[in-house]
Each structure stands twice: as C-alpha cells, then as structure tokens.
C-alpha cells in the first residue's frame, strides 16, 4: 500500500508518522511518501520519519519529494496538510479582524474566510494533478477550513473524505473519564466542521446507553474548563459543545483576550523553530514530547482509521467514523450538498451519514447561517470577486454589519493579495 502525505514538511507530521508505525497492523504501509516545497524542512523531517520507523520496526519505505505528481503517483489514498501562507499568513489572519472588533481565528469568521481564498485555488491544483496522474487516489482532506475544502473537492467531482480531529479527542476524553477503551464509545456528534455538538455519548454503540448526563454531573467543571465556557451553560444545554463554539457563545470576550496576548500563531511559530531544530538531531527517533503543545491530538489515529477504511485494510465491513462529506438529505434543512460533520459509514465506495435525530432549533439555525457563509465563501474562493468576499462576510453570524463586512473586506484584501489571482 502506498500513501502520499503532501504538506509532509509539516512539524505536525512526526505524529502521523508514529500514528502509522503503531497501527501498521491496521494500516500495512509499504511506501510513504512525503511532499512538500520547503526542501530544508522537508528533510529533517523526512529524516525524523525514517528513524521513527526504523525504532518501531516498520518495514515500508519512506521517500520526499517536492514534485506533486511523482509523488501522488501509484498512491492509494492522498492526505492533504497544506497551510498556504505557512505561519505568516496565519498570524495575519488571527491579528487584522481585532481592527474591526472582530475575533482573529484560522478557521472561523474573517480569518477562515482569508484562509479558505488562500487555500481552496491551490487544493483543486493538487487534486487535478492526482486525478491525472492517479484518478483512483482517494483524497483525504485535513486542510482548514476543512468543510469548505471538502465541499470544493467533491463538487469538483473528486474522490474526497474531510477529517478533523474534534471528535476522536472528545471520545477519548470521555473513554479516559469513564474508564472504558475508545471503541466501546459512540458520539451523537453533529454540525460542520469546527461548529458541533456532542449531544449523547452512547456505550457499545449507536443504539447503547447515553451516559453523558452523568459525565456532566461527574466531571462537567473538568469538561467545562476544558472548553473555556462556563460548567452552568454546558448544564443548561445538556451537550458538550467543540472548543470552536467559543467563538460563537463568547465572542466578545474572546476578541478581548485576543487583544491582550500574542497570537496563537506567534506561538506555534517559536515552538515550530523549536521542533525544528530537534528533528535535525540525529539521535532524536521518536516524537519529542514538544509536539503534543502544537495541536492535532489524535490526528494520526484518525487518519489511520480512515483510510484503512476507504481502502478495505482488513476490514470485514463498513466502519464507523466521523468525516465531512456531503449532507445527502442527513440534515434536512441543509441542501443535499452541502458538507457536515457527522458519524458515517465509511467503506472503499466512500462515506454515508448515519441518520441522526431532529436537531434543535437552537443549534440548526446556527448551523444553517454558517452552511450558508460556507457556500458563499466557497464561491468567493472559486470566482473571486470583492463583492463574493463582502456577501460571505455579510452572511456570516460573527460578522453580519455591512460596515463591518466593508471593513473586513478591504483588510482581508489587503493582506492577502498575493495569494488572490484575481485581487
């Protein structure tokens, strides 16, 4: 089996490199190959994943690469972990939208939108190229704003699960609470990408016993904390809402913290350096313990899971995971292809959401707004246009002011140009 990681040059990537050393059994990789066109970075950690491997007895092969299409050639299945802009980009988008009194996020409000412009040309880019070179590749997308990067890909036509980590922490968070393995744990998880909820936490399966009720009473303070929101809201809604729900729930108080510390993207570049510099020591044939303060917990399981999956490995049925793929009437007050992040049975065919229950007004009339923003931005980012980029902010439930979406506009402009054909 042959699989292709392009942004393998990521600091991030040692975590899947270790995810695939410990589950080769799941996953039997013969050749993995790493992409990416910063060639220094693409070394040392292309460096760090062969000495993982050698240390847990992995017998594939590991290769770099900055050429696409050598790369995705003859791949089984390709995973996407692009930040177009690199870190720089990032701190931009987490800075600007504070100018206008607006929270500065990489994935939520203008900040996602800037990221999704930037991302979504180059996506389709690479996912030409592999439909060329290997047309039965699939694509799976880890790249933010994962909803909307998938939704591009599919509507594209391309053979593509999105995939985010949200969920596999949260099963293991309340497998470790309630002292069981991570299996026996089933999610009532629904929404989009970076806007979900866990509205049961099923044992032994869909249909087991809901025991997230008395996860709140036991450890709500721990839950809470844990989310930065406070123990009464998670009791008075009775679900766990994603740490991204923050930016909705509490976003005033959010952009005034924002205002008062350096950016999360300041932070991740001095730790990146760090990283760096550590896989450039030859002794280093593990993950340095450094990694688990860069995000992306469980990242590696995830992928692991997915793709073994899609690709049949020793599978004797469909399996069940959360992804992003496309609505198809699951949530029947979205369009059909619109993209949401829900459970799904995932085989060599692809994904289908499992049904789920009504969902209340109080989170489908939030997700609506967002879906809608969703397929905007996408628009926005597949024609260009000032006026797609003004629409999209207007749309979206943290912005909403026209003149708050003026101002959004000409800065996400501004500091985005060079990565806007059309700008």
């Given at each position: 089996?042959?699989?292709?990681?392009?942004?393998?040059?990521?600091?991030?990537?040692?975590?899947?490199?270790?995810?695939?050393?410990?589950?080769?059994?799941?996953?039997?990789?013969?050749?993995?190959?790493l992409?990416d066109?910063?060639?220094?970075?693409?070394?040392?950690?292309?460096?760090?994943?062969r000495?993982?491997?050698?240390?847990?007895?992995?017998?594939?092969?590991?290769t770099?690469?900055?050429?696409?299409?050598?790369?995705?050639?003859?791949a089984?299945?390709?995973?996407?972990?692009?930040?177009?802009?690199?870190?720089?980009?990032?701190?931009?988008?987490?800075?600007?939208?504070?100018?206008?009194?607006?929270?500065?996020?990489?994935?939520?409000?203008?900040?996602?939108?800037?990221?999704?412009?930037?991302t979504?040309?180059?996506?389709?880019?690479?996912?030409?190229?592999?439909?060329?070179?290997?047309?039965?590749a699939?694509?799976?997308?880890?790249?933010?704003?994962?909803?909307?990067?998938?939704?591009?890909?599919?509507?594209?036509?391309?053979?593509?699960?999105?995939?985010?980590?949200?969920?596999?922490?949260?099963?293991r968070?309340?497998?470790?609470?309630l002292?069981?393995?991570?299996?026996?744990v089933?999610?009532?998880?629904?929404?989009?990408?970076?806007?979900?909820?866990?509205?049961?936490?099923?044992?032994?399966?869909?249909?087991?016993?809901?025991?997230?009720?008395?996860?709140?009473?036991?450890?709500?303070?721990?839950?809470?904390?844990?989310?930065?929101?406070?123990?009464?809201?998670?009791d008075?809604?009775?679900?766990?809402?994603?740490?991204?729900?923050r930016?909705?729930?509490?976003?005033?108080?959010?952009v005034?913290e924002?205002?008062?510390?350096?950016?999360?993207?300041?932070?991740?570049?001095?730790?990146e350096r760090?990283?760096?510099?550590?896989?450039?020591?030859?002794?280093?044939?593990?993950k340095?313990?450094?990694?688990a303060k860069?995000?992306?917990?469980?990242?590696?399981e995830?992928?692991?899971?997915?793709?073994?999956?899609?690709?049949?490995?020793g599978?004797?049925?469909?399996?069940v995971?959360?992804v992003?793929?496309?609505?198809?009437?699951?949530?029947?007050?979205?369009?059909?292809?619109?993209?949401?992040?829900?459970?799904?049975?995932?085989?060599g065919?692809?994904?289908?959401?499992?049904?789920?229950p009504?969902?209340?007004?109080?989170?489908?009339?939030?997700?609506?707004?967002?879906?809608?923003?969703?397929?905007?931005?996408?628009?926005?980012a597949?024609?260009?246009?000032?006026d797609?980029?003004f629409?999209?902010?207007?749309?979206?439930?943290?912005?909403?002011?026209?003149?708050?979406?003026?101002?959004?506009?000409?800065?996400l402009?501004?500091?985005?140009?060079?990565?806007?054909?059309?700008?």
């Open positions: 089996m042959k699989l292709t990681v392009v942004g393998g040059g990521s600091t991030y990537t040692p975590e899947l490199i270790d995810g695939f050393a410990r589950l080769r059994d799941t996953l039997p990789i013969g050749e993995l190959v992409v066109p910063a060639a220094d970075r693409l070394e040392l950690v292309g460096g760090l994943a000495r993982i491997f050698a240390r847990q007895g992995h017998p594939g092969r590991i770099t690469t900055s050429d696409v299409e050598a790369g995705v050639e003859g089984d299945a390709v995973l996407l972990q692009l930040r177009v802009g690199g870190q720089a980009a990032r701190e931009r988008d987490e800075t600007w939208p504070l100018e206008c009194g607006c929270v500065g996020q990489e994935t939520t409000g203008a900040g996602g939108l800037a990221k999704a412009l930037r979504v040309p180059v996506v389709l880019d690479i996912a030409e190229r592999v439909r060329r070179t290997n047309p039965d699939w694509i799976i997308d880890f790249t933010n704003p994962v909803g909307i990067v998938t939704r591009a890909l599919l509507q594209a036509g391309h053979k593509a699960v999105g995939l985010c980590n949200v969920a596999i922490g949260f099963q968070k309340f497998a470790r609470l002292g069981v393995e991570p299996g026996a089933h999610l009532d998880h629904v929404g989009l990408n970076h806007l979900t909820w866990e509205r049961a936490v099923r044992l032994g399966g869909p249909d087991g016993e809901d025991v997230l009720p008395g996860l709140l009473a036991g450890h709500g303070d721990a839950i809470a904390a844990d989310l930065r929101l406070p123990r009464a809201l998670l008075r809604l009775g679900v766990v809402p994603s740490y991204y729900l930016y909705f729930y509490a976003h005033d108080e959010v005034r924002l205002g008062t510390k350096p950016s999360r993207a300041a932070e991740v570049a001095a730790m760090e990283l760096l510099a550590m896989y450039g020591d030859p002794a280093l044939d593990e340095p313990e450094l990694l860069r995000g992306g917990a469980f990242y590696s995830a992928a692991v899971g997915l793709a073994a999956a899609l690709l049949g490995s599978a004797t049925g469909p399996a995971q959360v992003n793929t496309y609505n198809k009437g699951t949530l029947p007050f979205l369009p059909d292809d619109a993209v949401i992040e829900v459970q799904a049975a995932v085989d065919s692809g994904a289908v959401p499992l049904a789920v009504e969902l209340d007004p109080l989170y489908a009339g939030l997700v609506a707004g967002v879906s809608a923003y969703e397929d905007l931005a996408l628009d926005a597949l024609r260009g246009g000032r797609r980029v629409k999209a902010l207007l749309a979206h439930p943290l912005v909403g002011q026209y003149a708050l979406a003026d101002g959004l506009t000409d800065r402009i501004a500091h985005n140009r060079e990565h806007l054909a059309w700008a």
